[in-house]
């Protein structure tokens, strides 16, 4: 089992920055990948960015050039930078760490909200 705890969300305005952070625990060796999905109101659920045990990172389109996602020195955390913030930002950010025998966990989400 992994436990994924997230923090940093919060309320910011348009143009300004957050830093997500996600630390895992529990069975670490288990997990292939990790990344930050989130969700805006009636929306689906979409990925926003991911890294992998490699480093090898992906980004929605809507991240590319404003987010970075990067893994703390223990590699046991995950990082989300976000700048340039716009109000299409706004949804719970969710923290995901893939298996490696498929499947994964989820974190229990943090609020983001981008004022305009």
């Known amino acids: 089992q992994v436990q994924l705890v997230e923090s940093g969300g919060g309320l910011v305005q348009a143009g300004g920055s957050l830093r997500l952070s996600c630390a895992a625990s529990?069975?670490?060796?288990?997990?292939?990948?990790m990344g930050w999905y989130r969700q805006a109101p009636g929306k689906q659920r979409e990925l926003v960015a991911s890294i992998t045990i490699r480093a090898t990172t992906n980004y929605a389109d809507s991240a590319k050039g404003r987010f970075t996602i990067s893994r703390g020195n223990t590699k046991n955390t995950v990082y989300l930078q976000m700048n340039s913030l716009k109000p299409e930002d706004t949804a719970v950010y969710y923290c995901?760490?893939?298996?490696?025998?498929?499947?994964?966990?989820w974190g229990q989400g943090t609020q983001v909200t981008v004022s305009s």
């Open positions: 995901n760490a893939d298996r490696v025998i498929g499947g994964s966990y």
């Open positions: 529990g069975s670490i060796v288990s997990i292939s990948a």
